[in-house]
T-cell receptor, first 114, second 115 residues
Framework: GAVVSQHPSRVICKSGTSVKIECRSL??????MFWYRQFPKKSLMLMAT?????????EQGVEKDKFLINHASLTLSTLTVTSAHPEDSSFYIC??????????FGPGTRLTVT | AQTVTQSQPEMSVQEAETVTLSCTYD???????LFWYKQPPSRQMILVIR??????QNATENRFSVNFQKAAKSFSLKISDSQLGDAAMYFC????????????FGQGTILTVHP
């Protein structure tokens, strides 16, 4: 149980284009989902907290107009990187909260912007 | 604000031996959770063990156990009978208080297991 999927697993896009990453909780309903960014051999950096039916809460320093988050249902949250640039290349991970104080993570999406 | 510190960027252990990964944290909350997550080369985050702060008993999960020292704000992970599959990056994390559900991660410790 408590499986979270992400799609796509890797994506390459050209500079200036937008790319959407989906995060789904497959066997449970998640009221809260989280989006992280991770650089190689570094820790996970929380970008935003997403609650179903409401606007996402962004961490300090994260551009909300660049990283658009939508949490339309209890099983789906999406992260759209708008007008992507090479510096946006990274590993993006989502997680979903099932019980208080515990998160289940998706397998991640490797984004490369050329 | 909560902080989590892992002071060991890298650790190594021989197969079948025991290794301990250190973690300290700072929090103003009285009710919180602590976690150890494992991230193997696949980069899938896997929950290793979880500790509720109100529980005095240290959590144990098969070969993995923690030493939770609440007053010292210390939360170390002991891996017994290390296996090659234990090689990964390990993250200590804290969740609690008004930001319940939001995890604060440590910097991570890369564990190498030598055959």
């Amino acid at each position: 149980g408590a499986v979270v999927s992400q799609h796509p697993s890797r994506v390459i896009c050209k500079s200036g284009t937008s790319v959407k990453i989906e995060c789904r909780s497959l066997d449970f309903q998640a009221t809260t989902m989280f989006w992280y960014r991770q650089f190689p051999k570094k820790s996970l950096m929380l970008m935003a907290t997403s609650n179903e039916g409401s606007k996402a809460t962004y961490e300090q320093g994260v551009e909300k107009d660049k990283f658009l988050i939508n949490h339309a249902s209890l099983t789906l949250s999406t992260l759209t990187v708008t007008s992507a640039h090479p510096e946006d290349s990274s590993f993006y991970i989502c997680s979903a909260s099932l019980v208080l104080g515990e998160q289940y993570f998706g397998p991640g999406t490797r984004l490369t912007v050329t | 604000a909560q902080t989590v510190t892992q002071s060991q960027p890298e650790m190594s252990v021989q197969e079948a031996e025991t290794v301990t990964l250190s973690c300290t944290y700072d929090t103003s909350e009285s009710d919180y959770y602590l976690f150890w997550y494992k991230q193997p080369p696949s980069r899938q985050m896997i929950l290793v063990i979880r500790q509720e702060a109100y529980k005095q008993q240290n959590a144990t999960e098969n070969r993995f156990s923690v030493n939770f020292q609440k007053a010292a704000k210390s939360f170390s992970l002991k891996i017994s009978d290390s296996q090659l599959g234990d090689a990964a990056m390990y993250f200590c994390a804290h969740a609690g208080g008004t930001s319940y559900g939001k995890l604060t991660f440590g910097q991570g410790t890369i564990l190498t297991v030598h055959p």
